[in-house]
């Protein structure tokens, strides 16, 4: 069976530059904060957030699934067959924790 991750985001359009990487309070706990040069309109920024966390995880694009958030800069999106440790690769974007090794 196929391990799911939930990963909760605070996207950031109309950034100048895009990035994944940063930690936002949000009010699904601890969020990642992705910018996307994309504007928030017609579902636009929340498919580039949604792309980003693909690459960032090194998942595909198809792996990555909304699950709530679509109107909102706060998202949580789904992601399947995450590969080995997503939890750690999730918490070294998100909190700058690189463990050592």
Not at 64 to 93: E, H
């Amino acid at each position: 069976m196929a391990e799911v991750l939930t990963v909760a985001v605070r996207v950031k359009p109309g950034a100048s530059r895009a990035r994944v990487g940063g930690r936002f309070d949000g009010p699904h706990g601890p969020a990642l904060v992705i910018a996307v040069n994309a504007r928030a309109v017609d579902g636009r920024a929340t498919e580039a957030a949604r792309r980003a966390l693909a690459e960032a995880l090194g998942v595909r694009p198809a792996a990555v699934s909304l699950r709530a958030g679509a109107a909102s800069r706060d998202k949580l999106f789904l992601v399947t067959d995450a590969g080995p440790d997503p939890v750690s690769r999730l918490s070294r974007l998100r909190d700058g924790a690189d463990p050592p090794g």
